[in-house]
Structure formats: C-alpha cells, structure tokens
C-alpha cells in the first residue's frame, strides 16, 4: 500500500470511492483462487462431515478452514501433532479447573477471569503461536459449558467431544492442505516474494520502454493494496530459524517496499526522459538479478550491476527505490538466505522454549493479556449477570477478533459490525426465514453453505482493508446455522447468537478502542522510536560476563525488536483505514517510517553478525585489544541512536560528526594485527571492519534523514 493506493482511497465522491474501493479489493491476484479454493473445501468438508455424524461444535471447527494458517507439506504432520497435543492440554485445564472450582461460585468466576487473561497472553508471549490458538480455542469454546445446568457427565462428555471435533476438523484442513500443495508444490513466501518481483519488473520495463501496459500497472497497484500482512503472518508462523526468519523478514519488508515505489511511479511518470528510462532499464535488471537469487538460479551477485546510482532529482522515487534494491540484493547475496554462507544462530535452534524470549520482559504481551482477558471478561460476567447464556457466542467473537493482524482503528469496528449484519441479519435470518423451510438434503444445505462461503472467503482473501469482514460474515452465519443438526424453527436461536456477536465485538471495540485508545499513527510512530531504542540496547549487549545469562538477553531484545518490526507494518495498514482532517499527514509519516524501518532492519542484521564478534563464536575470534576497540563503538553507535530516539520523541539532539573517534581505534587495532602486507591475516578481523563501515553508513544516512525531516 502506497501512494497509489492513498490517491485511490482520496478520490471526491463517496460513490466513486466505493466502487474503486471495492474493485481493488475484490480483483483477482496470483494466487488468489487456489487459496480461496483451498478454504472453501476444507470448510466444506469440515461442514458435511459434522452435520452428517452430528459432530458438536461445528460452526467453531468449520471456521478453522478460514482463519487457520496455511501449513506447508513439511509442518503439516507437525501442525496435526501440536493441534491435537494442546486441545488435550486445554480439556485437562477446564476439567481440572471443573475440579478445583465448580463447588464455589467465587472462586470459579476467578478461575475463568484468570484463564481469560492467561489465553490472552499466551497468544501474544507463546513461542508457538499454533499451540497458544488451539489452546485458547477450546477453553474459550469450554468455559461457557461448564456453566450450563446440566449434569457434570454431560460436560464432561461435551468437553471430549470438542476435542475430537476440533481435532478432527484440523486434520481434514490439513489434509486439504497437503493436497493442493502436493498438486502444485510451491513454498508460499517464496512464491510470494518472486511475484511480487517480476511485477515490479515487468512495470519498470514498460515504463523504460515508454509504453503504457494498464495490466501490468493494475496488478502493481492490486499488490501494494494488498499489502504484506499474509506474507507476514505466514513468515510469523513457519517453521524457518530466527535468524532466516529475521533476514525473511527484512526482505519481505523490502519488496513491499518496491511495491509501493512502483506503484507510486507507475502514478508519476507519465513523462520521463531518456535518462530516467535508461534508469528503469537496469532497475528492472537489478530486480531480475533479485527474482535469480530467490529462485536458487544463482548464488551471489556477478560484476554486472552498474555500481552507480541515480543522482538526487533525477527522476521521482528513483534514488529511494536504488537504496531499496541495493539493500535486498545485499541481504540476498550475503546473507546466505538462498545458497551461500549462512552464519550460525546466536542461540542453538534445537532448544525448545514455550515463550518468545522476551515474554516476561516486554510489557507489550501483559498490555495485550489484559486488554483481551478484560473485554472476554466483560462479556462472560454480562451473560451470567443478566442469565442470558445463548449470548455465550461472545466470548469466541473477543477470542477470534483478536487473532486479526490489522492494527485497531475505527474502520476496523465498523467491518467487524457490517460482517455481523451481514452475515448474522441478512443472511443468517433471511436464509432461516426463506430459504431453509425448502431444503430437505444435505446436498441442498451444501448448495447453500457454498454460496455464502465462497464470496466470505473471496473477501477473506482481499487485503487488511477488507479481509475481516469476509470472515465476520463466515462467524455470523456458521453460528447460527451450524451448531445444530436440524432447522430451526424459532428465530430466538439465531437472534441470541447474533446479540452474543455484536456483544463480543462491543466490548473489543470498548476495550481496545475506547479505553486504550491510540490512533494506528501514534502507535507506529511509537513503535519506531521503542524500536530505536531497543537496536541502542542491542547495541550495547551482552552486558553479563555469564554466556548463558548475554545469550538470553540478546535473545530477549532480538525477539522484541522483531516483533516491533512486524507490529510497525501491523500499524501502517492501521493508518491507511483511518480517515479524518490528519489523513494526509499521517500518509506521509507513514511512508517515511517505512522507509526508514528498512535501514533499521539492515542496521539490526549488521549488528547480529558483529554480536558474533563480541561473542567470540567459533570462526569469529578477534583479539582482546581489536574486542575492546569493538565495544568503544557499539557503544558509540547506540549513544547516537539514543539521540535520534529523543529527537524523534521532541527532547534535544544534536546530529553527532561522525564515528571517527570510534571508528579510528578500531581501524589502528586492525591495522596492528594485521598490517596491509599480511592480506591472509585473520579473517575474521579482516571482515570486522567492513560490518562496522556498514553500520556507520547506515547510521548517517538515517542521522541525515531524521535530523533534517
């Protein structure tokens, strides 16, 4: 999302902005169909299976076939194991819970607030984001029938049964999975990445040849609307090593950074000289060069790249998507993210942990913990104080509505009541009313379940300005349609699911954002200055002599700057949903942290590969004097970002001269231990010197930036 998309959302006339709105939306991408083709059967198999053997709990399994991630061949045998590992963890939970409080009132309403939050937190803190889903997915579903008046057997039965539903469920979506990957084996990130590429690239060709392709440029502007949330969370959930997933991380951020410049150009260049063509001409290389290297079809860059770039002024976006570029073939080509040397992870991946590393640490997890257990918490202390349980429902809407990646905004409540209206009043209710009185099969009631959810999963699929209202619609109707096994013929059922929808969604919308309440501008722009401040931290880590006791802290800060990364992009789709007087301010802004969080996120590699130094891994042992030389800059360099961090929040700073004094030292050590004529000499030392190059241009660039902006 870019400029493009911004000219679109600014258009005059509500009319006209609703149509433009809905046909970016609605178009097809690459990829688009098989993904909603995906979705579609396994919900619908999901749904003929449990109303065929009068499963429970089919309404929450089949909506596991819309809001699942998409698992590839490798980890679906461990999805399967995790999903049904911790549905059991979850049923022992509630039923030792039924144990140890049901006999007090007091205490159990205790227990339940307890778990609320706790589930809350898990999905925020937990290093397994799958566990902590089907965890917090079959006690949220729990809770509310151990407060039911039935008898203890029948809960206890009830609690079983969700098991084996939702267990059952997730191995048929697995399975559908495994299918359509086998049939077409891709890995999706990478296919997403190399998408995105040959678009820019077909987009610079056309404009360096001077010819207008509508298609090509539709497609850029599809993309950029689109955004990269799916790639994201797709990365979040994979199972690569952190330190591929950091370098994946950066280079997705990277290419939807291209994305947006090229759809910002496509706007802008209407004229072009033949400078600026010949420019696009190796620009559309260079990304060829990129496509070669994600696709294994090489493994480092040759000495065909022009190694000059564009002069400031001489084309709009040019020199910014050179910077942009140049830094994803660094990543690609260095990294060893696609063949090559890969640098070993700081810290050994075969150790298992159950928390992110800084899940006790970072009040981020807490703050959501609460946020989320109190809104759940409103709605269960409601239905129980005013003895309404058919709006139960609410507790599930908190738990599914806080698995979105769409940063909180008032656009967001209102596609999470138009779904519910959509999906719960007019569909849910017309569908009782007309429609179901003349189905007398299961294949009629398929015919009907596949009209409504093939355009909820259409939508589903659109980007963060309209993919939750697709899956709204899908939780409105599936509760009032599919959690029996027989038409209803009272319309209090469905009216009593629908008040528990709209119920969960008001006390998310209360809690998230009434009581806390930040525009998706301000918590961008505070999630870049606390991500600053974490890189100055890092740069001054290890500070323990303990291995164990700096391994653990690097892990910590290296995770939360990682989560700051991907909560960033997380807010800057928030900002493209907020209308308002501030809309073209906030745009701009927008565009600059983005911009500027793709020099931090090379900043924040260069400087695990310099933690490598300073912990003298095997391979990376430089002498005490030239370490000592090492840690007088690190510090340096996180003295000068703690100074941008104040400029940016409005306290003083003063833009530094440079690393010299840091810098000269370092080179001195290096040059004594290995004077010019020993080129042989260490080559770690000998590869120290240019990271720590790399930061100082890096760190003025954004000194530059920051202090004139």
Known sequence: MGMAAASTISRPGPLVWLRNFLRDELAPYPGRGALVARMVVAASIVMLVNMTFKIPYGAYATLYALTTSRENPDSTLKAIKTSVLWFAIAAAYVLIGAILFSSDPVLRVVWVLVSLFLIFFSL?????????????????????????????????????????????????????????????????IKSAIVDRLQSVASLLRSLSAGVKNDAVEQRVTRLAILGTSRMRRDLRRSDYSSETNQQEGALIAL??????????????????????????????????????????????????????????????????????????????????????????PIRPESARRYFV?????????????????????????????????????????????????????????????????????????????????GIESISGFLILFLIVTIPAAWIAASGPRLSYFGVQIALAFYLMNLQEFKFQISLA?????????????????????????????????????????????????????????????????????????????????????????SRKRNLAMRAQLLRWQLQLRMLFISRIALLKYRMRFPGFEVPEQILQAQRAFDIHVAERLDEMANRLTGKDGALQRGLEPSLLPLEMSIQEMCPSELPDCLPAVRSLLPLCRKVDSILSFLEQEVFSA
């Not at 039965?157 to 086998?182: K, P």
């Open 357 to 437: 590393p800084d899940a006790f640490s970072n009040p981020d997890h807490v703050r959501f913990g609460i946020r989320g257990g109190l809104a759940a918490s409103l709605c269960y202390l409601i239905y129980n104080l005013v003895a309404w349980p058919g709006i139960s429902t609410a507790i599930t809407t908190c738990l599914l509505t806080a698995l979105t990646t769409v940063g909180a905004s008032r656009q967001k409540q209102v596609l999470r009541f138009a779904g519910a209206l959509v999906g719960g009043v007019i569909l849910g209710f017309g569908t009782q009313m007309f429609v179901l009185p």
């Open 493 to 581: 059922v469905a009216r009593d699911r629908l008040a528990g929808i709209l119920l969960g969604l008001l006390a998310m919308w209360f809690v998230f954002d009434q009581l806390w309440e930040a525009s998706a501008a301000v918590e961008m722009e505070r999630t870049f200055v606390s991500t600053i401040r974490l890189l100055g931290r890092m740069m001054r880590a290890p500070t323990s002599l303990d291995p164990a006791a700096a391994i653990g802290e690097i892990d910590s800060l290296r995770e939360s700057v990682n989560t700051n990364f991907d909560r960033l992009r997380q807010h800057a789709d928030g900002v493209m949903l907020e209308l308002g007087s």
């Open 124 to 188: 925020s803190a937990a290093a397994n984001h799958l566990a902590a889903v089907r965890f917090g997915y079959l006690v949220a579903i729990t809770l509310t029938l151990w407060d039911s008046e039935i008898r203890a057997e029948e809960k206890v039965v009830g609690t079983l049964w969700a098991i084996g539903s939702f267990s059952f469920a997730h191995l048929i979506i697995a399975t559908v999975e495994f299918i359509f990957v086998r049939l077409q084996p891709t890995d999706q």
């Open 255 to 344: 290419v939807g950074r291209l994305i947006d410049l090229g759809a910002s150009v496509a706007v802008l260049s209407s004229q072009t000289s033949n400078e600026v063509r010949r420019w696009y001409h190796e620009f559309a290389d260079r990304v060829d060069v990129l496509t070669d290297l994600m696709l294994g079809e090489r493994t480092s860059l040759e000495q065909e790249l022009p190694l000059e770039s564009p002069k400031p002024g001489t084309a709009p976006l040019l020199l910014e998507m050179a910077r942009t570029v140049a830094v994803a073939h660094e990543i690609l080509s260095g990294s060893g993210l696609r063949g090559g040397y890969q640098h070993p």
